[in-house]
Nanobody, 125 residues
Framework: QEQLVESGGGLVQAGGSLRLSCAAS????????MGWFRQAPGKEREFVAG????????YYADSVKGRFTISRGNAKNTVYLQMNNLKPEDTAVYYC??????????????????WGQGTQVTVSS
């Protein structure tokens, strides 16, 4: 059974850092594009960052560009999101996702077939 499991969320002060991890199992996600999305209370789930299957291309929402970095582990079945200079508006549940499409639209959540359960990130001011 395919499974994505996020970890690393928590409470941090503004200006601090967190590193989220997403461990994939149950199939070979190493050939899939991966993404991070987030959802704040009362808001739509939005794209945060994405990475191509081989790690050669990365994509970011404008709101996190320059502060967040997405990367893949050596086995390609693990994806990380390094979040620096966190702001209160980054507070949300963060979800890891995987796309099995040959040419995925990285920023579109409709392109992702597999989702984790989410991890809470809370940034205090």
């Amino acid at each position: 059974q395919e499974q994505l499991v996020e970890s690393g969320g928590g409470l941090v002060q503004a200006g601090g850092s967190l590193r989220l991890s997403c461990a994939a199992s149950g199939r070979t996600f190493s050939s899939y594009a991966m993404g991070w999305f987030r959802q704040a209370p009362g808001k739509e789930r939005e794209f945060v960052a994405g990475i191509s299957w081989n790690g050669g291309s990365t994509y970011y929402a404008d709101s996190v560009k320059g502060r967040f970095t997405i990367s893949r582990g050596n086995a390609k079945n693990t994806v990380y999101l390094q979040m620096n200079n966190l702001k209160p508006e980054d507070t949300a549940v963060y979800y890891c996702a995987a796309s099995d499409r040959e040419f995925p639209v990285i920023r579109s959540r409709d392109n992702y077939a597999y989702w984790g359960q989410g991890t809470q990130v809370t940034v205090s001011s």
